[in-house]
């Protein structure tokens, strides 16, 4: 048998319910650590409302660190789910009805796939009011405007009415300590929009984020050894080189361009490419 852990804080006044989750990948783990860090700082500021916490979704897959489940499903492509089910199905069913059904707002926790780190952003419908002022108040360096997949916690929750925020930052497998850091601060910002917390006090709040409708993956057009130039929230423009490509003896094979003009967002971390891999996110900035 497994468990699923679940943590969850009242404040003194009634208002909104929010679930904060995390490793629906189970090798993502970016996540459970600031799902740690709200919950050992949120006792003291909570007021109003309920936060209910999940640090740990797909915890068959973080046993075994991996992003899917045992049977080899990707539970964010499983939902709402069914109680007769396989695995997947059967746990995407149990998290909508005990988790997300009771709460208004929700805030699930993600980082890149292996081998790609992702700069902090969030993604999240940008068209409904409600959810780009929350976007805003997170504070994430990007805003992406991005529409739902099938199958997805964001879109079944969404079509139930709840106002949901994906936030991405970091790698599978391993700490970041700047997306944690990120995530832990924009978590407690949409809890003070929503009164559930006093204000946040900073003495350097972060610059408004940048807003994207738009992102593209670069490939690489030879397979090799990819050496980056650029890291993650670098401005390129459209033809700026981003990294080449070299066989084993150094020989230079290919120089991998951006077909778009923005900012850098997500960049693969193994530097062994095989053609069509991709290398590097650029996502195209509004305004």
Known sequence: PVSLPVSVAHGRQKG????LSAAIHGDEINGI???????ASLRPTH???????????????????????????DLNRSFPGSPRGSVAARLAHLFLREIVEPCDYGIDLHTGAVHRTNLPQIRA????????????????PLLMNSKVRDGSLRAV?????????????GEAHRFDDF???????????VLAA????????????????????????MRAHRGGIFHGEVQLGDRVEAGDRLGFIT?????????????????????????????????????????
């Open 194 to 217: 929503l009164e559930m917390r006093g204000p946040l006090h900073e003495e350097e709040p972060p610059p408004p984020p940048l807003r994207s409708e738009r992102s593209l993956w």
């Open 47 to 73: 007021r109003a409302g309920t936060v209910i916490c999940v640090p740990i979704v797909n915890v068959f897959g973080f046993l075994e660190q991996s992003r899917y489940l045992p049977d080899r499903r």
């Open 247 to 287: 066989d084993a003896q150094g020989t230079r094979l290919h120089g991998v361009k951006s077909r778009l003009a923005g900012v850098v967002i997500g960049r693969s971390t193994s530097p062994l490419v095989n053609r069509g891999d991709a290398v590097v996110h650029v996502a195209e900035v509004i305004g």
């Open 16 to 19: 909104p319910t929010l679930w």
């Open 157 to 169: 929750a969404g079509a139930m009415g709840k106002k949901v925020l994906l936030f991405e930052g």
């Open 33 to 39: 650590e600031i799902v740690r860090r709200v919950w």
């Open 179 to 189: 997306a944690i850091e990120a995530g832990e601060r924009g978590v407690h910002a």
């Open 125 to 140: 419908e940008l068209d409904d009011p409600q959810v780009l002022e929350l976007a805003l108040a997170f504070g994430a």
